[in-house]
Nanobody, 113 residues
Framework: EVQLVESGGGLVQPGGSLRLSCAAS????????MKWVRQAPGKGPEWVAIINVGGVTRYTDSVKGRFTISRDNAANTLSLQMNSLKPEDTAVYYCAFANDYRRGQGTQVTVSS
């Protein structure tokens, strides 16, 4: 059974940092491109960052220079380091397969003073 389990969300002040993790199981993690997607209240899903099998990354413009996506294939883990957080980063963050609809249950990130 394919499973994606996110963790690491929480409440942080503007300018703060959080690190999200995603534990993957049930498939060959190292052979699949992965992404982080977020969904803010009342809005549609937005892709945040993508990492391919070779470790090449892309970011949506609003997070460039602040977020870093990475993967540890030995540990079957996808991560998202988020720095200089802004209130507009508030959303539920999902770990997902880059090329299909499957994603985890999400973790809430709230940026507020």
């Amino acid at each position: 059974e394919v499973q994606l389990v996110e963790s690491g969300g929480g409440l942080v002040q503007p300018g703060g940092s959080l690190r999200l993790s995603c534990a993957a199981s049930g498939f060959s993690f190292g052979s699949v491109a992965m992404k982080w997607v977020r969904q803010a209240p009342g809005k549609g899903p937005e892709w945040v960052a993508i990492i391919n099998v070779g470790g090449v990354t892309r970011y949506t413009d609003s997070v460039k220079g602040r977020f870093t996506i990475s993967r540890d294939n030995a540990a079957n883990t996808l991560s998202l380091q988020m720095n200089s957080l802004k209130p507009e980063d508030t959303a539920v963050y999902y770990c997902a397969f880059a090329n299909d609809y499957r994603r985890g249950q999400g973790t809430q990130v709230t940026v507020s003073s």
